[in-house]
């Protein structure tokens, strides 16, 4: 895949970045010609390990929009969300959902720079790698960055929400 860097960025997502003193991050966004929607789709588009890539997930805590920071090789384990958050239920929401809370589509959802005000909550095992690559606004579009900065941009609380191995090998294996 060829990439090219450039101000590719999502509009929205630009202005955020100057508003956050971040421009220079502009320089760095990187602009596929086939979509990097997922996780692995990115991973392999930016020449990285898939756990150096974020995905920016909305979930609904008791109705209200949450967002959860993860990284590319693993999965949220809702429960964990749902105890961190003190919530009765918490569910995936609809696209429309995504789309009215963030302003962006699904597979281009950034780390912040979103239309509405939302609860972050970033795991930790994020702070693994020294760069991740995260949405810059449309589902062709990347940008790196330091994940302590990541997570500090997005105003994230860091917390443990990652699936354990063990219940992911089971869901896998259908046990």
């Known amino acids: 895949?060829?990439?090219?860097?450039?101000?590719?960025?999502?509009?929205?997502?630009?202005?955020?970045?100057r508003e956050l003193g971040l421009e220079s991050v502009l320089s760095g966004v990187r602009s596929f010609p086939d979509a990097t929607r997922t996780a692995a789709q990115a991973a392999e588009a930016v020449g990285c390990a898939l756990g150096e890539i974020v995905k920016s997930?909305?979930?609904?805590?008791?109705?209200?929009?949450?967002?959860?920071?993860?990284?590319?090789?693993?999965?949220?384990?809702?429960e964990l969300v749902r105890r961190?958050?003190?919530?009765?239920?918490?569910?995936?929401?609809?696209?429309?959902v995504v789309r009215e809370t963030t302003g962006y589509a699904i597979g281009g959802v950034p780390p912040f720079g979103h239309r509405?005000?939302?609860?972050?909550?970033?795991?930790?095992?994020?702070l693994?790698?020294?760069?991740?690559?995260?949405?810059?606004?449309?589902p062709h579009t990347v940008?790196?960055?330091?994940?302590?900065?990541?997570?500090?941009?997005?105003?994230?609380?860091?917390?443990d929400v990652r699936e354990a191995r063990e219940v992911r090998e089971a869901r896998e294996s259908g046990r």
């Open 1 to 17: 895949m060829t990439s090219s860097s450039g101000t590719t960025a999502h509009p929205r997502f630009a202005e955020a970045l």
């Open 57 to 78: 997930l909305i979930f609904a805590a008791d109705g209200v929009p949450v967002l959860v920071l993860m990284d590319g090789a693993s999965r949220v384990d809702m």
């Open 84 to 96: 961190e958050l003190g919530a009765e239920k918490v569910t995936r929401p609809n696209a429309d």
């Open 116 to 126: 509405t005000r939302t609860r972050v909550l970033a795991d930790r095992g994020l």
């Open 128 to 138: 693994d790698h020294a760069l991740v690559w995260a949405a810059a606004g449309t």
């Open 143 to 159: 940008f790196p960055m330091d994940p302590k900065d990541l997570v500090a941009h997005a105003g994230g609380t860091l917390v």
